[in-house]
């Protein structure tokens, strides 16, 4: 997986080549996804050198979010942490994450539309993924999720890859500051939100957070307050009437700020 981390010579020299053909990146969009091969070329020569790999999920969130609920927050927030730094592009958010056992189904799993993976499967995935980006020459993987199920498999994948890529002058980190940087409760309480009122899993923080990013993927008629108790129905907790989108650029501000000196603290030498 690590042997081979650059681009065999002929095609080295077809991306040099093809260099001027690219002209500028269109608008100096973050995400990969947007933009043809010489586009993230043209953008590495110009010294994008650390790359996001954002993973989100596809799961229930109670009635008043939709599945896409992580993938959507954390789309919106790797971009703006990959303009603040700078010298980063985006990959493709990683859609499907692990979300409990299938088999009985557990967590997520046990409502209608979530799909998952297991553990395995995901951390081969990460692996895979990042072998991508250093073999055409990103020099510093950040993995950075907003699924708490991911959080631990993507520390132990950029642990293992960061141990065999730093001889060859490779990164793999995982941010975990964008997960969770800290004082949360207290700052929505400042706010006036209890922290009975909060909820996690759909409540205050996730509902404001989609509010602001994607605000058609939330379902404003459905917003009330729930009681989740053994993972019943309604599949979520919290008070999301609470939220708001002005609320929600607030808090990914304090992540994406999070996430950008954690970062920042890893390219350090």
Known sequence: MIRHLLPPAPLAALVLALLALAGPAVAQAPYMEEMTWPEVAARMAQGARVVLVPTGGTEQSGPHLALSKHSAIIRAAAGAIATELGNALVAPVITVVPEGNLSPPSDNLRWPGTVGVSEDTFARLLGDTAASLALHGFRVICFIGDHGGS????????????VAWRPLGLRAVQISAYYDP???????????????????????????????????????DLLAPATWTAWSQPGAEGDPSLASAELGRELLNRKVAAAVRQIREALRP
């Open 151 to 162: 959080q631990a498999v993507q520390a132990r994948v950029a642990q293992a890859l960061d």
């Open 182 to 220: 800290g004082d949360e409760v207290e700052w929505l309480a400042a706010r006036g939100i209890a922290a009975g009122a909060q909820g996690w899993h759909g409540g205050v923080a996730e509902t404001a957070m989609l509010m602001a990013v994607a605000p058609d993927l939330v379902r404003p």
